[in-house]
């Protein structure tokens, strides 16, 4: 809850909204009864929590009951809009809220099971409210697609379960796909020289404007995550493999990986030296590493 100062609107809602009498009766005036048959209005409870941004107190205001649908938790939410003008985005802020209602009970319950949320808005403006409560609309003439398709399952590509010759059947999408597939296996040396072969096909284009990005992209990906064993050979491949690509770029991964070691041997000095009790301070002086670095050691 805000500790801004509530409007006479939120003050009086609110205060109405704790009878029991008047929270049931509107309840059971204005539930759908697909609802009402899933919920028992004699166990709901009014949550402390509000979900509106501050700057929008003033004229919006909310209130949250705790619930069951068919004994699983879940809420009804009540939005009480009281601005002179009628908003037409109402149905995405409600998506909002109710999103922001949803991770809180996660992080309550530590559960992974999403909550039913019921909303109302109770709508006391100046003039009949204008504008469809349906979140669709909002979309114009594609509300029919959005309908069709934003309430399904979305569509999962799980690289584990492809196998590496279906990936290499795109184009121009494999090498990047194998590499993310393979980035954690023991050797990447393998999976780079399938990938080698596979950015010389797109080469072929002459699109050098794409390719040459995209393979530096990936090659400073695996450098920085994966498993190299032989740093000499992986240069030494890529040369070979990869007549197109900028010297200066393959030397660069060559410094990066230089300066990699040194930061790495500048942490294990100065975890050496903590342990021998030397100040922070001093620790920062010798090895140059920012007093945020030599902290995340100490954890």
Same mark, same amino acid.
């Given at each position: 809850?805000?500790?801004?100062?509530?409007?006479?609107?939120?003050?009086?809602?609110?205060?109405?909204?704790?009878?029991?009498?008047?929270?049931?009766?509107?309840?059971?005036?204005?539930?759908?009864?697909?609802?009402?048959?899933?919920?028992?209005?004699?166990?709901?409870?009014?949550?402390?929590?509000?979900?509106i941004d501050d700057k929008l107190k003033q004229q919006i205001s909310d209130i949250l009951f705790a619930t069951k649908f068919n004994n699983e938790e879940g809420y009804l939410y009540v939005l009480m809009e009281h601005a002179s003008t009628p908003d037409k985005m109402l149905p995405l802020r409600l998506v909002k809220y109710m999103s922001a209602?949803?991770?809180?009970?996660?992080?309550?319950?530590?559960?992974?099971?999403?909550?039913?949320?019921?909303?109302?808005?109770?709508y006391t403006g100046q003039k009949p409210f204008p504008y469809s409560t349906d979140l669709f609309e909002l979309y114009g003439a594609n509300k029919d697609l959005a309908r069709g398709i934003m309430g399904r399952p979305y569509k999962l590509v799980d690289l584990t379960q492809a196998s590496d010759e279906d990936l290499k059947k795109y184009f121009w999408f494999g090498a990047a796909a194998l590499i993310a597939k393979h980035i954690k296996d023991p050797d990447i040396m393998p999976t780079l020289k399938v990938a080698i072969d596979h950015f010389r096909k797109i080469e072929s284009l002459g699109e050098k404007q794409y390719i040459e990005?995209?393979?530096?992209?990936?090659?400073?990906? &695996?450098?920085?995550?994966?498993?190299? !064993?032989?740093?000499?050979?992986? +240069?030494?491949?890529?040369?070979? @493999? =990869? $007549?197109?690509?900028n010297e200066e770029k393959i030397m660069t991964l060559a410094e990066q990986w230089k300066q990699?070691?040194?930061?790495?041997?500048?942490?294990? &000095?100065?975890?050496?030296?903590?342990? !021998?009790?030397?100040?922070?301070? +001093?620790?920062?002086?010798?090895? @140059? =590493? $920012?007093k945020e670095q030599v902290s995340e050691l100490i954890h």
């Open positions: 809850m805000s500790k801004n100062r509530l409007s006479p609107h939120d003050r009086f809602i609110r205060s109405v909204f704790t009878n029991p009498k008047v929270v049931r009766e509107f309840f059971e005036a204005n539930l759908p009864e697909k609802v009402k048959e899933a919920i028992d209005l004699n166990t709901i409870e009014p949550q402390k929590e509000s979900f209602i949803v991770d809180q009970h996660l992080k309550k319950s530590e559960s992974n099971k999403l909550p039913i949320i019921y909303p109302l808005v109770l990005e995209y393979i530096y992209v990936t090659l400073s990906y &695996i450098v920085e995550a994966a498993e190299i !064993k032989d740093k000499e050979a992986f +240069i030494e491949t890529i040369r070979k @493999g =990869l $007549t197109e690509i990699e070691g040194l930061q790495q041997g500048k942490l294990e &000095i100065a975890r050496s030296m903590m342990l !021998k009790g030397l100040d922070t301070q +001093i620790i920062m002086e010798v090895t @140059g =590493l $920012t």
